[in-house]
């Protein structure tokens, strides 16, 4: 349906993003396998190397294990009690771990987990002396089920909201037990999702640099991430840093191979809240059960935002506001965060019009049928690849041409960029798809064409969509500490920098004022962005 | 639509080049990168810069990084092309490593007169402080304290310590060679055990004394001078520093002047007033370490209370520089059991 | 097949707001027939079956069911097997399971029991589809299966919500001779929500037409065809 330069240039547009990805990628994977670090006189894979591997996988596995177990109960349980007070807003509360940055999360955490937290003084106002540690694997292990647990219970929930309403009306009238209706109903709905679900929280996990690196606690604990970061900031050591980065791309490689292979859980926008009637929750036990689990699960991710919250107004907002390393932070955060949301979202149109173009010719050939599944696995090729491991590469490209400071801000922009290109492709493409199949035909047989068509027949419609990818990718630019951490410096100042070196220097107050500033802008944008698409759903019924 | 992102983001692109550099440049910068705490604003950092200025044209600007050794790494990472034109806050287990980069030159300072333990002397680099390494703890919430290095290894693993990290803290770096000292071919296995006591490793004395004053840990690697900060600053004896009997090590702590720098003179001037009263002033209140040379302010009393290391170690810098890498990984290998 | 038969349902001044919708029922089922409940869209059908089912709980009123009040029973305690339009299988479960959990929720079955399956499965013309998958099955195979499932249950009333809106018309004549067999066979009580007017002729020895959340009228099939004075009934019958 498409012109014939229309194709072409959506041929020309995918060529050029499909070679500028893969070039930055793969220049920074070369940079840092050509690397000549001399002869340190160790092994490439020595023992250090393979305990950081292990524990890698160790925490990812325990995190995983932990998020979904926790994840299934509270989702049937938000299944079965469709009327449980503030239930919306429950399910609302756990979209904002997604959007919180991980650096703030953390020093939530700390607050609530910490050992002078809220419950260790609980703990030891009753007698027990042993507190719960923050630091370590616990610590690692409390975070990632903080940050991963709303979302794996969110697609379960989705899971559970997809079943047909009549399955409820007919389990109460077969008067299944509860334990029928688990083994009936509610598991085979999830049990398809629970290995997608696994594997996404894995990688996350697995994968993991900010948490690690503010909780880790020292050489035990260091996943591939942080001892890649180490390496290089911390030793100057760039043949460790190799080894590490061909460790942790081999790990990303089979965990991505081995999520190929599974279904993939659905579109986690899905959990509306809305649900169908249930009638087998309402017996007490039931409903205290299910309440006594649903509270403590509020708590536990609400406490930690309670405490960024209460920490952060105590901070003296009067000389924050006015100091000027603040605004130069604020500044320079955002316009990053827009350079590198625009390029993703530049990036994304570019791919998934040229996936278009490639569709829309009449007999597609094989070359053209594998560039399309190329361009399609593309914004896996930037999950495989961390953001530390390609910093890194460039770093060690760019050291010869002068300070890497420089070059700092459009690095950040760039992997920032990569970064959200999956979040972005898996927004907009849907969109684009089903506005094409529903406006292509009818545009290209009225003539419209160029500008008119963007403005009257794309824009109106796929502006939520673009705002939701724009803010998004905006949101997990402006919390994202990894790719500043590589290169921060005095010249590059952030706001989730201020935070951790605020953090770092004993000026914990200010910290915590520069942290709910940060918190509350990215939760702004989520907010923004998800409201969007809300408005969205609800016009289409 | 895909164009007019694209010349969107040109636009940004032209305007963030813009925003983002850009520095007045009509007064002359002497650049000193250094570790966190000295940059503090409790630290020496601002009062040193405000009196230095008032005896040049110029402007110091301070680049902290998270500790000693990490200081090093930058410069190494920086190579030639390094904008600092001081590095402050080496010590001298890392001085030997330091001129091998062949970053450095000679600073022109006179160091004969200054008073080091052990009598340290080198024209590339100048000493401008020292002080001992010690176990700082808080007696609200530690009773006995360990009193050897032999009892911190092996005491209680509930009662944590928070160290730092020899890749980045010279404390940290320290620690390692103290217990290298003490211990010799056994280190590993005391690391092994000390592992167990360590509730966090962090990659400056910064963030490791801050947990440590938070009520985090009762007991944290500093210098047997930190006390006396507490009973001038707070008026309180809160937090004593454990005196070890197999002796304390040392640490001397140098800066250098980078070969390639712009401001020779200003740098060496710097340098200079680095060992005259004026600075020195500020070391003992403001850096919580002993004075290289002599003061024209007495040292606060509270330095007599403090504990006095009956040995005192000392590792020659060619020693360490040999074997840090070594040990490092020794040290890495130890911390990552499981 | 008069109103005295022992599982008549009797829906007494019954209110329920659902929302801003308003509803008040007053009628009566007889016991051993079949009565059509029809209606234009949203008036109400199905809000009243699901009244009687016990999916939804009156504000006021008492629906009783041969005598006895089951106003307050939860679904499962009511002497009820319902049929809906569509799943009515759980998809991922066999038939033979499907219509276990009718036997005995925790699918705790004898062999008798399984016999019984098989039985109810050769009655509607499935025999030998113990181990078939829903999705395999046509859309009439899967009502079919429904109705196996509602004869093991053996519960008195059979409540359908137009079970045969979702078929094609040939189909949709079978699926009624279906139940009519089934019906005589066991002398159940059953309401049938439907939309078509051929099948209310065909099927139904009683109707109620409901409109705007009320009975608008309850009366014997002949005299309910007959009926020229009801505002709408006309146009749905004509239809």
Same mark, same amino acid.
């Given at each position: 349906?498409?012109?014939?330069?229309?194709?072409?240039?959506?041929?020309?547009?995918?060529?050029?993003?499909?070679?500028?990805?893969?070039?930055?990628?793969?220049?920074?994977?070369?940079?840092?396998?050509?690397?000549?670090?001399?002869?340190?006189?160790?092994?490439?894979?020595?023992?250090?190397?393979?305990?950081?591997?292990?524990?890698?996988?160790?925490?990812?596995?325990?995190?995983?294990?932990?998020?979904?177990?926790?994840?299934?109960?509270?989702?049937?349980?938000?299944?079965?009690?469709?009327?449980?007070?503030?239930?919306?807003?429950?399910?609302?509360?756990?979209?904002?771990?997604?959007?919180?940055?991980?650096?703030?999360?953390?020093?939530?955490?700390?607050?609530?987990?910490?050992?002078?937290?809220?419950?260790?003084?609980?703990?030891?106002?009753?007698?027990?002396?042993?507190?719960?540690?923050?630091?370590?694997?616990?610590?690692?292990?409390?975070?990632?089920?903080?940050?991963?647990?709303?979302?794996?219970?969110?697609?379960?929930?989705?899971?559970?909201?997809?079943?047909?309403?009549?399955?409820?009306?007919?389990?109460?009238?077969?008067?299944?037990?509860?334990?029928?209706?688990?083994?009936?109903?509610?598991?085979?709905?999830?049990?398809?999702?629970?290995?997608?679900?696994?594997?996404?929280?894995?990688?996350?996990?697995?994968?993991?640099?900010?948490?690690?690196?503010?909780?880790?606690?020292?050489?035990?604990?260091?996943?591939?991430?942080?001892?890649?970061?180490?390496?290089?900031?911390?030793?100057?050591?760039?043949?460790?840093?190799?080894?590490?980065?061909?460790?942790?791309?081999?790990?990303?490689?089979?965990?991505?191979?081995?999520?190929?292979?599974?279904?993939?859980?659905?579109?986690?926008?899905?959990?509306?809240?809305?649900?169908?009637?249930?009638?087998?929750?309402?017996?007490?036990?039931?409903?205290?059960?299910?309440?006594?689990?649903?509270?403590?699960?509020?708590?536990?991710?609400?406490?930690?935002?309670?405490?960024?919250?209460?920490?952060?107004?105590?901070?003296?907002?009067?000389?924050?506001?006015?100091?000027?390393?603040?605004?130069?932070?604020?500044?320079?955060?955002?316009?990053?965060?827009?350079?590198?949301?625009?390029?993703?979202?530049?990036?994304?149109?570019?791919?998934?019009?040229?996936?278009?173009?490639?569709?829309?010719?009449?007999?597609?050939?094989?070359?053209?049928?594998?560039?399309?599944?190329?361009?399609?696995?593309?914004?896996?090729?930037?999950?495989?690849?961390?953001?530390?491991?390609?910093?890194?590469?460039?770093?060690?490209?760019?050291?010869?041409?002068?300070?890497?400071?420089?070059?700092?801000?459009?690095?950040?922009?760039?992997?920032?960029?990569?970064?959200?290109?999956?979040?972005?492709?898996?927004?907009?493409?849907?969109?684009?798809?089903?506005?094409?199949?529903?406006?292509?035909?009818?545009?290209?047989?009225?003539?419209?064409?160029?500008?008119?068509?963007?403005?009257?027949?794309?824009?109106?419609?796929?502006?939520?969509?673009?705002?939701?990818?724009?803010?998004?990718?905006?949101?997990?630019?402006?919390?994202?500490?990894?790719?500043?951490?590589?290169?921060?410096?005095?010249?590059?100042?952030?706001?989730?920098?201020?935070?951790?070196?605020?953090?770092?220097?004993?000026?914990?107050?200010?910290?915590?004022?520069?942290?709910?500033?940060?918190?509350?802008?990215?939760?702004?944008?989520?907010?923004?962005?998800?409201?969007?698409?809300?408005?969205?759903?609800?016009?289409?019924? | 639509?895909?164009?007019?992102?694209?010349?969107?983001?040109?636009?940004?692109?032209?305007?963030?080049?813009?925003?983002?550099?850009?520095?007045?440049?009509?007064?002359?910068?002497?650049?000193?990168?250094?570790?966190?705490?000295?940059?503090?604003?409790?630290?020496?950092?601002?009062?040193?810069?405000?009196?230095?200025?008032?005896?040049?044209?110029?402007?110091? /600007?301070?680049?902290?990084?998270?500790?000693?050794?990490?200081?090093?790494?930058?410069?190494?990472?920086?190579?030639?092309?390094?904008?600092?034109?001081?590095?402050?806050?080496?010590?001298?287990?890392?001085?030997?490593?330091?001129?091998?980069?062949?970053?450095?030159?000679?600073?022109?300072?006179?160091?004969?007169?200054?008073?080091?333990?052990?009598?340290?002397?080198?024209?590339?680099?100048?000493?401008?402080?020292?002080?001992?390494?010690?176990?700082?703890?808080?007696?609200?919430?530690?009773?006995?304290?360990?009193?050897?290095?032999?009892?911190?290894?092996?005491?209680?693993?509930?009662?944590?310590?928070?160290?730092?990290?020899?890749?980045?803290?010279?404390?940290?770096?320290?620690?390692?060679?103290?217990?290298?000292?003490?211990?010799?071919?056994?280190?590993?296995?005391?690391?092994?055990?000390?592992?167990?006591?360590?509730?966090?490793?962090?990659?400056?004395?910064?963030?490791?004394?801050?947990?440590?004053?938070?009520?985090?840990?009762?007991?944290?690697?500093?210098?047997?001078?930190?006390?006396?900060?507490?009973?001038?600053?707070?008026?309180?004896?809160?937090?004593?520093?454990?005196?070890?009997?197999?002796?304390?090590?040392?640490?001397?702590?140098?800066?250098?002047?980078?070969?390639?720098?712009?401001?020779?003179?200003?740098?060496?001037?710097?340098?200079?007033?680095?060992?005259?009263?004026?600075?020195?002033?500020?070391?003992?209140?403001? /850096?919580?370490?002993?004075?290289?040379?002599?003061?024209?302010?007495?040292?606060?009393?509270?330095?007599?209370?403090?504990?006095?290391?009956?040995?005192?170690?000392?590792?020659?810098?060619?020693?360490?520089?040999?074997?840090?890498?070594?040990?490092?990984?020794?040290?890495?290998?130890?911390?990552?059991?499981? | 097949?008069?109103?005295?038969?022992?599982?008549?349902?009797?829906?007494?001044?019954?209110?329920?707001?659902?929302?801003?919708?308003?509803?008040?029922?007053?009628?009566?089922?007889?016991?051993?027939?079949?009565?059509?409940?029809?209606?234009?869209?949203?008036?109400?059908?199905?809000?009243?079956?699901?009244?009687?089912?016990?999916?939804?709980?009156?504000?006021?009123?008492?629906?009783?069911?041969?005598?006895?009040?089951?106003?307050?029973?939860?679904?499962?305690?009511?002497?009820?097997?319902?049929?809906?339009?569509?799943?009515?299988?759980?998809?991922?479960?066999?038939?033979?399971?499907?219509?276990?959990?009718?036997?005995?929720?925790?699918?705790?079955?004898?062999?008798?029991?399984?016999?019984?399956?098989?039985?109810?499965?050769?009655?509607?013309?499935?025999?030998?589809?113990?181990?078939?998958?829903?999705?395999?099955?046509?859309?009439?195979?899967?009502?079919?299966?429904?109705?196996?499932?509602?004869?093991?249950?053996?519960?008195?009333?059979?409540?359908?919500?137009?079970?045969?809106?979702?078929?094609?018309?040939?189909?949709?004549?079978?699926?009624?001779?279906?139940?009519?067999?089934?019906?005589?066979?066991?002398?159940?009580?059953?309401?049938?929500?439907?939309?078509?007017?051929?099948?209310?002729?065909?099927?139904?020895?009683?109707?109620?037409?409901?409109?705007?959340?009320?009975?608008?009228?309850?009366?014997?099939?002949?005299?309910?065809?007959?009926?020229?004075?009801?505002?709408?009934?006309?146009?749905?019958?004509?239809?």
């Amino acid at each position: 349906m498409l012109t014939k330069a229309e194709r072409q240039r959506g041929y020309a547009g995918g060529g050029v993003v499909f070679a500028g990805i893969t070039l930055f990628i793969a220049l920074a994977v070369i940079a840092l396998l050509f690397f000549d670090s001399g002869d340190t006189g160790r092994p490439l894979f020595d023992a250090y190397v393979w305990r950081i591997l292990r524990f890698t996988l160790l925490q990812a596995g325990l995190s995983t294990l932990l998020s979904v177990a926790l994840a299934l109960p509270l989702a049937l349980a938000l299944a079965r009690q469709p009327k449980f007070p503030g239930r919306i807003w429950i399910i609302r509360l756990m979209a904002v771990p997604m959007g919180l940055p991980v650096l703030i999360g953390a020093l939530g955490l700390i607050g609530i987990w910490g050992r002078t937290g809220v419950l260790n003084s609980g703990l030891a106002m009753i007698g027990v002396s042993d507190p719960v540690s923050i630091y370590g694997l616990s610590g690692i292990l409390i975070a990632h089920v903080f940050f991963n647990l709303p979302l794996a219970c969110r697609l379960l929930l989705a899971g559970l909201e997809r079943l047909p309403p009549e399955y409820w009306r007919l389990s109460a009238s077969l008067g299944l037990p509860s334990f029928s209706v688990f083994r009936f109903v509610e598991w085979p709905a999830v049990k398809p999702l629970l290995a997608g679900i696994a594997g996404l929280v894995f990688m996350l996990c697995a994968t993991s640099f900010t948490l690690v690196l503010v909780l880790g606690g020292g050489p035990a604990a260091t996943t591939l991430e942080v001892a890649i970061y180490q390496s290089l900031r911390f030793d100057f050591d760039p043949a460790r840093a190799i080894s590490l980065s061909l460790l942790q791309i081999a790990v990303t490689a089979s965990v991505l191979a081995l999520m190929a292979l599974l279904p993939t859980p659905g579109d986690d926008n899905a959990a509306t809240g809305r649900s169908a009637r249930r009638f087998d929750g309402g017996s007490s036990a039931a409903r205290f059960w299910d309440g006594i689990f649903i509270v403590l699960a509020v708590l536990f991710l609400c406490l930690p935002l309670v405490s960024i919250l209460v920490a952060g107004v105590k901070a003296d907002f009067a000389r924050l506001l006015t100091t000027p390393v603040f605004w130069k932070a604020v500044w320079t955060s955002v316009w990053i965060a827009l350079m590198a949301a625009m390029i993703s979202l530049a990036a994304a149109i570019t791919i998934i019009n040229a996936r278009a173009a490639l569709a829309d010719s009449r007999k597609p050939g094989l070359t053209a049928r594998s560039f399309s599944a190329l361009l399609a696995s593309l914004s896996s090729l930037v999950l495989l690849v961390p953001p530390v491991v390609i910093g890194t590469g460039w770093f060690l490209l760019l050291r010869p041409y002068g300070e890497v400071s420089r070059f700092a801000p459009l690095l950040v922009v760039m992997i920032n960029a990569m970064t959200a290109l999956p979040f972005v492709m898996r927004v907009l493409s849907p969109a684009f798809a089903i506005h094409r199949q529903r406006t292509a035909r009818q545009a290209t047989n009225l003539g419209v064409f160029g500008f008119t068509r963007l403005r009257l027949i794309d824009l109106p419609v796929l502006k939520t969509p673009l705002a939701t990818a724009l803010s998004f990718a905006m949101a997990l630019s402006l919390g994202d500490l990894g790719a500043v951490a590589l290169f921060g410096s005095e010249d590059l100042v952030t706001l989730p920098w201020l935070v951790y070196s605020r953090l770092g220097s004993y000026r914990t107050a200010d910290a915590d004022g520069f942290a709910l500033i940060l918190a509350l802008l990215c939760l702004g944008l989520t907010i923004a962005g998800t409201a969007g698409q809300r408005d969205r759903k609800d016009e289409r019924g | 639509m895909r164009k007019r992102i694209f010349s969107l983001a040109a636009v940004l692109t032209a305007a963030l080049s813009f925003a983002l550099p850009a520095h007045a440049q009509e007064k002359k910068t002497l650049t000193v990168y250094t570790y966190e705490s000295f940059v503090a604003e409790w630290g020496p950092g601002p009062k040193v810069k405000a009196a230095f200025e008032k005896t040049c044209d110029c402007t110091v /600007n301070f680049v902290a990084v998270a500790d000693g050794v990490a200081l090093l790494t930058r410069l190494k990472l920086e190579g030639a092309g390094t904008k600092a034109d001081i590095a402050l806050g080496l010590d001298t287990n890392l001085v030997k490593e330091a001129i091998d980069t062949g970053l450095f030159d000679k600073s022109g300072v006179d160091t004969a007169k200054l008073t080091v333990p052990g009598g340290y002397q080198d024209d590339i680099f100048v000493p401008y402080d020292y002080g001992h390494f010690a176990v700082v703890y808080d007696t609200q919430t530690l009773k006995n304290p360990p009193k050897s290095l032999k009892e911190l290894v092996e005491g209680d693993p509930s009662q944590k310590i928070v160290i730092q990290d020899p890749r980045t803290s010279t404390p940290g770096l320290g620690l390692l060679l103290w217990v290298k000292s003490v211990y010799g071919d056994k280190a590993p296995e005391a690391w092994a055990q000390l592992k167990k006591r360590v509730l966090t490793v962090t990659p400056g004395w910064s963030e490791a004394y801050g947990m440590f004053t938070k009520g985090e840990v009762p007991m944290v690697l500093s210098y047997t001078t930190s006390p006396a900060y507490h009973m001038v600053e707070d008026k309180s004896d809160r937090y004593q520093a454990a005196a070890f009997s197999e002796g304390h090590y040392i640490q001397i702590e140098v800066a250098g002047l980078l070969k390639n720098t712009p401001n020779r003179e200003l740098a060496q001037k710097f340098l200079s007033f680095m060992v005259t009263p004026a600075f020195q002033d500020e070391i003992a209140t403001t /850096n919580w370490m002993m004075p290289v040379t002599a003061t024209d302010k007495p040292l606060p009393d509270a330095f007599d209370k403090l504990v006095k290391p009956s040995k005192t170690f000392l590792m020659d810098p060619a020693q360490v520089a040999n074997n840090r890498r070594a040990w490092i990984d020794e040290w890495l290998a130890a911390m990552s059991l499981n | 097949m008069t109103a005295s038969e022992p599982s008549g349902i009797r829906v007494q001044n019954v209110g329920l707001t659902l929302g801003t919708r308003k509803f008040r029922f007053d009628c009566e089922l007889p016991g051993g027939a079949i009565t059509a409940i029809t209606g234009p869209s949203g008036s109400g059908k199905s809000t009243l079956l699901n009244l009687i089912a016990g999916f939804e709980t009156p504000d006021s009123g008492k629906i009783s069911i041969g005598g006895s009040n089951v106003t307050a029973l939860h679904p499962s305690q009511r002497p009820v097997s319902l049929v809906f339009q569509d799943n009515n299988l759980f998809a991922h479960l066999d038939l033979a399971t499907n219509i276990g959990l009718g036997i005995h929720p925790a699918l705790k079955l004898t062999s008798g029991d399984r016999k019984r399956i098989s039985e109810a499965l050769e009655r509607v013309g499935l025999g030998g589809y113990e181990k078939r998958m829903p999705g395999t099955l046509s859309g009439g195979e899967r009502q079919r299966a429904a109705f196996a499932r509602a004869l093991v249950r053996q519960r008195p009333v059979l409540l359908l919500d137009e079970p045969f809106a979702a078929l094609d018309p040939g189909l949709r004549q079978s699926m009624a001779r279906l139940l009519l067999e089934l019906h005589r066979e066991t002398g159940n009580t059953v309401a049938i929500v439907t939309h078509d007017a051929g099948e209310v002729r065909q099927l139904a020895d009683h109707a109620l037409f409901i409109d705007h959340g009320e009975v608008a009228l309850q009366a014997e099939i002949e005299v309910f065809l007959m009926r020229r004075d009801v505002p709408g009934l006309t146009e749905f019958l004509d239809l």
